[in-house]
């Protein structure tokens, strides 16, 4: 009987002039992470529930969350400047001695010109411009609506206003921030002196504020479809940015100090 001939074994490495495999591609959660803008992740209590992103605010629980490869969303509409450097922080702290690219910041939900073309938007669903002369309708204004925070921040609001206001044809914009100065009711009745007959409440904000009863409300800024939409796409954009260019978000969103994790450091 012949002897078995033993297996030969299949090289560590392949051989000279065949590539390697390539490796496949890391599964990543998503993570919504919510600043000022939601009540901290609270007024995004929806996108939590369907199951298929987690919500959280900058702190504990985003780290407990990218202990396991995940693309991070910082979910500004373009006031809460600050939200995407301090979610770098965390994830710079929890990459460390991890597989570069396992942690991926996208960019953020929005900015501030995003919000003006969304505050013009929900106004004119709202309040169509007033036609000039006799025959114009009577006068409404749209109060923009969003939680106090810092003063820029606060100051930023009326400035992206402002430019609704200039570019929308509405007769009149005004700002209300809960929880500060002016509040919903000062900003109701700022509009009321103004000579509007009708306020429509707009929010620039995840939040919906308490509003008194004559106050019609404008539904959220963004459709619960369309803001799942913009997250996937957002999502998308970092891990599409991760596998060009080999960026996982971090350096831009810290001042450029780091592009991506080294090991034993």
Known sequence: MPALQHARPFPATPPAGRPAAPRPPTARRTVLVGGHES??????????????????????DLYALTMSPAVVVPMTLGRDAELASQIAQVLRWNGRDREPGELLLAPPLGTAAHLVGWLRAA????????????????PGAVLVTAPAATAEEDAELFRVAHLV??????RWVEVALTDGDPDVEEGVSRCRLLGARHVTAVPASFERPPLPED???????????????LVG??????RDRWERHGDDGLA???????????HGH
Do not use: F, I, N
């Open 39 to 60: 009540r901290y992740g609270l007024a995004l209590g929806d996108l939590a529930e369907s199951g298929w992103a987690a919500v959280t605010a900058v702190g504990r």
């Open 123 to 138: 106004a004119g669903r709202v309040t169509p411009p007033e036609p000039p002369g006799p025959c114009a309708a009577e």
């Open 165 to 170: 206001r200039r570019h929308s044809g509405l």
């Open 215 to 229: 106050v019609t409300w404008a539904g959220p800024l963004l459709a619960p479809a369309a803001l799942r939409e």
């Open 233 to 238: 796409r957002r999502a998308e954009a970092a």
């Open 252 to 262: 831009a969103a810290s001042g450029g100090h780091h592009h991506h994790h080294d």
